[in-house]
């Protein structure tokens, strides 16, 4: 269970927990919140996947799970309307577009905040930075990525679709 917004904390019990799932997923890649988010829990979320992510490897670390054996690459998703966020690479989404806005349509607590508190149609939104990020590499709609690059998660082919 998801502690409620603004009560994720980086701390040894997040970190475990987030190596516990790490371990059970034995992941190829992470995909997680980029470290310049507009969010606190986001930017959070970030530090903890990153420490996490290396901790699971690490089978002296106390957690659940087999250690995996490898340091699974990290990307970091895009920001909130690209705010500090250079993207380094792009992945065509337009045949799955229409999935994506109504999979955001489900989740209505945040699309119904979002709506009241600041006046953003979230599915609009996200259809709009996609336009932007497919424009940018040639397609209708794409979602951009930049790869964490730090020693022992460096990749020498490309992972994303």
Same mark, same amino acid.
């Given at each position: ?22 371990? =059970?997923? =034995?992941?190829?890649?992470?995909i ?24 699971a ?50 989740? =209505? ?24 990020r ?28």
């Amino acid at each position: 269970m998801l502690p409620p917004d603004c009560e994720l904390h980086h701390n040894l019990q997040s970190v475990t927990k987030t190596v516990e799932i790490i371990r =059970q997923a =034995q992941p190829d890649i992470i995909i997680t919140h980029s470290p310049s988010d507009y969010m606190p829990d986001h930017v959070i979320t970030s530090q903890v996947v990153f420490d996490a992510s290396f901790h699971a490897t690490l089978p002296n670390f106390s957690a659940g799970g087999r250690p995996t054996s490898l340091i699974p690459p990290i990307y970091y998703m895009d920001t909130l309307a690209g705010v500090e966020f250079l993207p380094e690479e792009y992945v065509d989404i337009t045949e799955t577009m229409e999935t994506k806005r109504q999979m955001l349509l489900c989740h =209505q607590s945040q699309y119904q905040w979002l709506k009241e508190h600041d006046n953003i149609d979230t599915v609009e939104f996200i259809e709009i930075m996609a336009r932007m990020r497919g424009l940018q590499c040639g397609v209708k709609y794409a979602e951009a990525f930049k790869r964490c690059k730090v020693w022992g998660r460096n990749p020498i082919r490309r992972l994303l679709p």
